[in-house]
């Protein structure tokens, strides 16, 4: 392997900084045990099994009292011997620990960011897929987040891609048995063959990669940006989601100068909503900064909502805020229903967006969970996720490589191109798919993955 590893037995706090019940340093390589017995002034650490005892630095000073598990190699997070201790959770005595394991043992080193993860992988333990589900599974901010990276974490994007990879072999084995025996009568079966197995990867491949989209989604959350004339009802609106009083409601129209943040978790699913600034013509002070900053969050959503006065006819500025969410996944808030309806199909008709029209009353509350519904199905969420899902950008990555060399590959073919051409795309392809889970890996590639880890991981 080319990245480094330096052999070091390594050690950090793995829990978060500040106080609490108990904190945990982790302990991986082949010191684990003299350091365990020196800390502990004890010889047997029982593989898998909770101790209790007292912790004592070089010089014999009591550190804590603390529980440790000793988990011998291979059986253990990173392949290599591990432990835990679980002292008393204050960084004066987690460092105090940290301190004395680096004075009782030269081989020993703290470890860097995400170290213990990257030796896991290193040492087989986990795929690429896997050790960063793990980073996926920490930071994830919803229960359907959490779904997500748990089957990434059991495999299920690694066990995708070997069943791709498996068939895109017996490919390029079929292509190079017709290079060396061309006079076969088979050859012409083996190549029909072996191009069936390139379409049907490509397409595998395509739908992977096109699971980034929703992937993203479950992953950072759906960004959504309420626009709309002054006074439409923006803010009652985001009141009504949130279920308190997060934006001031006025008649003054303009009473909203900045761009305001709620995130919330609707059926499982993050959905961050963003509440614009009304569109006016202002050109200076602090309403004109919010418009930009408006603008902006509409430009970098996922979903727009479109909040008009549905008691009033359309006026100027809901055109002009129709206009902003041209070309963007709509939906319309038909706000205000509690004082009748005035405005018309045919009037929405005229605003040219092509947008799943809901009726609200935001001051009552009323239609809020049906809007709520539509944006999830506008994000392609709303039958949940049973598919696998790619949710890293390094992965779609790797995966439109693969369906590149896929297509030249079968272009080749298409155009009569000599087979050990076609062969050779085919293998690009391969080796793409290889990045992917890690087995082929570039130095780099894997230390960009593994610093993005805190400390301890
Ligand atoms: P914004 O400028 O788009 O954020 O609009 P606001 O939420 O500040 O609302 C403007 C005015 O419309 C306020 O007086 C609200 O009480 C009123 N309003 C908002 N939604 C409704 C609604 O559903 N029904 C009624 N009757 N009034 C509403």
């Known amino acids: 392997m080319q990245t480094s590893y330096d052999h070091m037995t390594i050690y950090a706090v793995s829990t978060p900084p500040g106080r609490g019940g108990i904190g945990v340093v982790r302990i991986s390589g082949g010191d684990?045990?003299?350091?365990?017995?020196?800390?502990?002034?004890?010889?047997?650490?029982?593989?898998?099994?909770?101790?209790?005892?007292?912790?004592?630095?070089?010089?014999?000073?009591?550190?804590?009292?603390?529980?440790?598990?000793?988990?011998?190699?291979?059986?253990?997070?990173?392949?290599?011997?591990?432990?835990?201790?679980?002292?008393?959770?204050?960084?004066?005595?987690?460092?105090?620990?940290?301190?004395a394991i680096g004075t009782l043992c030269k081989n020993a080193r703290p470890a860097d960011n995400g170290e213990f993860t990257k030796r896991a992988f290193l040492n087989g333990k986990m795929d690429l897929t896997e050790a960063e589900a793990v980073m996926e599974v920490i930071s994830a901010r919803s229960m359907s987040a959490v779904d997500a990276s748990l089957r990434q974490l059991g495999g299920e994007v690694?066990?995708?891609?070997?069943?791709?990879?498996?068939?895109?072999?017996?490919?390029?084995?079929?292509?190079?048995?017709?290079?060396?025996?061309?006079?076969?009568?088979?050859?012409?079966?083996?190549?029909?063959?072996?191009?069936?197995?390139?379409?049907?990867?490509?397409?595998?491949?395509?739908?992977?990669?096109?699971?980034?989209?929703?992937?993203?989604?479950?992953?950072?959350?759906?960004?959504?940006?309420?626009?709309?004339?002054?006074?439409?009802?923006?803010?009652s609106l985001l009141n009504a989601i949130a279920g308190f009083p997060r934006a001031i409601v006025d008649d003054t129209p303009g009473t909203t100068r900045d761009v305001l943040e709620y995130p919330f978790t609707y059926m499982g699913q993050l959905i961050r909503l963003y509440d614009t600034a009304g569109r006016r013509d202002v050109k200076t002070g602090a309403e004109?900064?919010?418009?930009?900053?408006?603008?902006?969050?509409?430009?970098?959503?996922?979903?727009?909502?479109?909040?008009?006065?549905?008691?009033?006819?359309?006026?100027?500025?809901?055109?002009?805020?129709?206009?902003?969410?041209?070309?963007?996944?709509?939906?319309?808030?038909?706000?205000?229903?509690?004082l009748g309806r005035s405005l018309t199909r045919g009037e929405l008709y005229r605003l040219g967006l092509d947008a799943p029209v809901v009726e609200i009353s935001a001051k009552e509350g009323e239609g809020v969970e049906e809007l709520l519904f539509t944006i999830l199905t506008l994000s392609g969420l709303a039958d949940g996720v049973e598919d696998t899902l790619i949710t890293s950008a390094r992965q779609r990555d790797c995966l439109m490589r693969a369906k590149d060399a896929l297509g030249r590959a079968i272009d080749a073919h298409t155009a009569g191109v000599p087979f050990d051409l076609v062969s050779q795309d085919a293998m690009d392809a391969l080796s793409a798919l290889y990045s992917l889970t890690g087995e082929d890996p570039r130095a780099d590639v894997i230390d960009t993955i593994f610093k993005k880890f805190c400390v301890g991981k």
């Open 158 to 235: 690694g066990t995708a891609i070997s069943a791709i990879r498996s068939d895109l072999m017996d490919a390029t084995a079929g292509l190079e048995a017709a290079i060396d025996y061309p006079e076969e009568e088979w050859e012409d079966e083996a190549v029909t063959a072996a191009v069936a197995l390139l379409k049907s990867a490509q397409s595998r491949i395509e739908a992977l990669g096109l699971s980034y989209e929703r992937g993203r989604l479950v992953k950072e959350g759906i960004g959504c940006t309420m626009v709309g004339a002054p006074n439409a009802g923006k803010s």
């Open 288 to 338: 004109a900064i919010g418009l930009q900053m408006g603008e902006a969050a509409v430009h970098e959503s996922d979903i727009i909502i479109l909040v008009l006065d549905g008691a009033e006819p359309l006026t100027a500025e809901d055109y002009a805020a129709a206009r902003l969410c041209m070309g963007k996944p709509t939906v319309i808030a038909y706000n205000k229903v509690d």
């Open 32 to 99: 684990t045990l003299p350091i365990l017995r020196a800390l502990f002034h004890r010889d047997a650490f029982a593989p898998r099994t909770m101790v209790y005892g007292k912790v004592f630095d070089a010089t014999g000073r009591l550190l804590d009292e603390a529980m440790a598990v000793y988990f011998p190699a291979p059986h253990s997070y990173t392949g290599e011997d591990v432990a835990e201790i679980h002292g008393h959770g204050n960084p004066t005595i987690l460092s105090a620990i940290m301190d």
